[in-house]
């Protein structure tokens, strides 16, 4: 607002003090000029004889002004924009429990009014030192200590169930009758000289949910779960990933019930004729005595892994005893995207007129990754429309077709490769599965 329209409207007010709008308008133009006059206009105003935005508006002038009193009481209600700005005046009052209260409570009722600097300064903590020397009263938000560390290196995860794995009914229900029936009944299952463990070995697209069929397994078990990561394994030392290796499998036979979970098993059991280090080979070696457990004892301990390359894994690894339990994860099928979308969605804000079933119909050869992109394509789209209307706007049918155009299918390229070895290095028939997929899918 240029000076002049200023000096008019001032005018105005001096000619009508009692025109509510027009005093409001001199000090919404004042402030936003950086004029201090603005908090002199206030006068008489009752908070309630106003708007939300204007209140929030007048108690942030009185704030600046030094009026704390007052422009707490302008901040009094139950909309977001007050509790944001009654955190500012707790803030300036010393409340800072109150303070961030208020800020979280404005955050959900309108998240775009998120702060995430005003967050960290209300989380800040106080203390006062009053030793020897000046008085000190320090502001810090730094309370790591070494089992924060802990927990940032090795995050705790939620236990997963089968629940939230959408689809892939076939193969749960093998892991459920093979797996976890002999963790839940070992009496029954020794009498039958079974015993609970093993390995089962996961392979197929990435992104069509290994990992996390892993993860649900060994929370099916109530099984302590230990993702081996390959930086765990492999050592640049002669020796070391041996040994190494022997040491996750010593503290999983401790842990029992224990999964052990190998991603990118290749890494680890790749093929030994196409090693050119004897370290390589010797890794696999050591690998393969662990598993056999002649000299240990493996009972209660399940080995999973995955792999997105089964031809290339040493052959070795699929001698009964250790992997003898080879499943093919597919990309899930129309009923199963469906299914992922409602998991993916739910904790979301969402429309109730998304159609599920509809994108499923449109995704055909989605991995549940590419689902997962597809959905949060779609959120950053009511992100921006929600910080465009200034209020939360949910994922709606439009976001997800729309991201539709965006996202393609990454299993392609893959079932490509997969074809050429199922046509011609079908040994045995490992990969009858991916030829029936193929074939039930026209892509043979």
């Not at 106003?50 to 909309?79: H, T, Y």
């Not at 705790?156 to 689809?167: I, K, R, S």
């Not at 099928?333 to 998304?354: F, H, V, Y």
């Amino acid at each position: 607002m240029d000076e002049a329209t200023l000096r008019s409207l001032l005018e105005a007010l001096a000619a009508t003090p009692d025109n509510t709008a027009l005093r409001i308008a001199v000090i919404r133009g004042l402030h936003g000029a950086g004029d201090a006059r603005a908090a002199d206009h206030v006068g008489a105003l009752v908070p309630d004889a106003i708007s939300v935005a204007d209140r929030a508006l007048i108690s942030g002038v009185l704030l600046g002004a030094g009026a704390v009193a007052r422009a707490l009481a302008f901040a009094d209600g139950p909309a977001p924009e007050l509790q944001l700005a009654r955190a500012r005046v707790l803030h300036a009052q010393g409340d800072q429990p109150g303070a961030l209260a208020a800020y979280e409570a404005a955050v959900r009722g309108n998240p775009t009014l998120e702060d995430r600097d005003l967050r960290a300064l209300l989380a800040a903590s106080i203390r006062v030192h009053d030793g020897d020397g000046p008085r000190l009263r320090l502001v810090s938000n730094d309370d790591t200590d070494k089992s924060e560390i802990e927990r940032l290196l090795h995050p705790a995860q939620p236990p997963v169930t089968f629940a939230e794995v959408g689809g892939l009914d076939d193969i749960k229900a093998q892991i459920e009758k093979r797996i976890i029936l002999p963790f839940q009944k070992p009496a029954l299952f020794a009498k039958f000289k079974k015993k609970p463990g093993g390995g089962i070995l996961l392979y197929g697209p990435p992104g069509c949910g290994k990992t996390l069929l892993a993860r649900a397994t060994a929370g099916q078990c109530k099984a302590q779960f230990l993702n081996v990561a390959i930086e765990d394994v492999l050592d640049m030392w002669i020796g070391e990933s041996e040994r190494k290796l022997h040491a996750l499998f010593e503290k999983a036979r401790a842990s029992t019930p224990a999964v052990m979970f190998f991603d990118e098993l290749e890494a680890l059991a790749g093929k030994r004729e196409y090693t050119r280090e004897a370290t390589s080979s010797k890794l696999v070696s050591q690998f393969l005595s662990e598993m056999d457990g002649f000299v240990k004892n493996n009972a209660g301990v399940l080995i999973l892994a995955a792999t997105n390359v089964p031809w290339a894994i040493d052959p070795a690894f699929r001698r009964p005893g250790r992997f003898d339990r080879v499943l093919f994860v597919p990309p899930p099928d129309r009923a199963a995207r469906a299914a992922i979308l409602s998991i993916l969605l739910s904790g979301r804000p969402a429309a109730t007129d998304i159609d599920p079933a509809a994108i499923a119909a449109r995704t055909s050869g989605f991995s549940g990754a590419d689902l997962e992109n597809l959905v949060d394509t779609a959120a950053d789209r009511a992100i921006a429309a929600s910080l465009e209307r200034g209020t939360e706007v949910p994922i709606d049918q439009r976001h997800l077709i729309s991201a539709l155009g965006e996202i393609k299918s990454t299993t392609v390229e893959w079932l490509t490769t997969a074809r050429n070895y199922a046509r011609y290095s079908n040994e045995g028939g490992q990969y009858d599965e991916v030829l029936e997929f193929l074939r039930r899918h026209g892509k043979s």
